[in-house]
């Protein structure tokens, strides 16, 4: 199900110090907490799906997994850094084809986007898999998202060139969560913590919407204009929220002994 990027477009250009900075350094310690808390909550699909992130100081690299690794293997030293043009800059291994033309483009064409999460978790994309809007402003946690949604309607196969990763990203446009219909969702974030926050927030929604929706009864519609203020009563403090979400993921990581720094 996975394709990774052809050798003879994979090179190593020369590495530069600054790519062991204090805040490259952290960057990595935050990525590869969120691949293993991400695997906790059984977000991950096999070896398949991909997080990225932008390096601190070097807009043109970004942070990607290798293919072949489980989401519970991802440690900070397993992490590549890529450049937008394919090249391996550090770390061994290469990127899952898909992973490089999704997000690769992504981040250059989206400079806003500092962390790209992609995912099949199941119940965001059980959403995207019915016909009409996939997320229903139901309840609390779905409000969180309220007017940050797109919607890919037109699936198109894997992302094998660049033209699948503009696309999607055009299908993005200004919005932080984009539901692929018949294949999975995209959480775009402006920090680690932030992309972090919503992909949990998206998969609680998502679990919650389903299991009233199985209940065959009529949905409750949360009204817009109490939707709206909750929005933004919610936004005011999500940026801190976020931040205090995953140092506290961290913290757990830490007390459990798993290196996820080594």
């Given at each position: 199900?996975?394709?990774t990027?052809?050798?003879t ?6 590495r ?13 310690r935050e ?33 990607v ?5 489980a ?8 992490l ?5 043009d ?9 990127p899952e ?10 981040h ?8 790209a ?13 019915l ?13 969180k998202?309220?007017?940050?949604t ?11 060139d ?8 055009g299908?993005?446009g200004?919005a ?6 018949n ?6 974030g ?13 998969e609680?929604a ?21 939707a ?11 940026k801190?929220s ?5 140092d ?6 830490c ?8």
């Amino acid at each position: 199900m996975a394709h990774t990027l052809s050798t003879t477009t994979v090179t190593r250009p020369s590495r530069s110090a600054t790519l062991d900075s204090d805040a490259v350094m952290e960057a990595r310690r935050e990525l590869a907490a969120c691949f293993q808390l991400a695997a906790r909550h059984g977000f991950e699909e096999g070896v398949c799906n991909h997080f990225s992130a932008v390096v601190p100081g070097h807009d043109d690299l970004f942070f990607v997994n290798p293919y072949g690794y489980a989401f519970s293997e991802i440690t900070a030293s397993r992490l590549l850094i890529c450049d937008f043009d394919g090249h391996v800059i550090d770390g061994e291994g290469k990127p899952e084809a898909t992973a490089f033309y999704i997000h690769a483009r992504l981040h250059r064409l989206m400079p806003r986007v500092k962390a790209a999460f992609h995912t099949h978790m199941p119940n965001a994309t059980a959403l995207c898999l019915l016909e009409g809007p996939p997320l229903l402003w139901l309840g609390q946690t779905a409000l969180k998202f309220y007017g940050r949604t797109a919607v890919d309607e037109d699936y198109n196969g894997l992302a094998l060139d660049e033209s699948e990763g503009d696309r999607i990203a055009g299908a993005m446009g200004d919005a932080d969560i984009l539901f692929l219909k018949n294949h999975g969702v995209m959480v775009a974030g402006a920090s680690i913590a932030e992309a972090w926050d919503d992909l949990y927030y998206l998969e609680r929604a998502a679990e919650v919407q389903l299991r009233a929706m199985s209940a065959n009864r009529p949905l409750k519609q949360v009204p817009h204009d109490v939707a709206q203020r909750a929005y933004e009563q919610m936004r005011l403090g999500d940026k801190e929220s976020a931040r205090a979400h995953l140092d506290s993921g961290m913290r757990e990581l830490c007390r459990e002994g798993n290196l996820f720094d080594r």
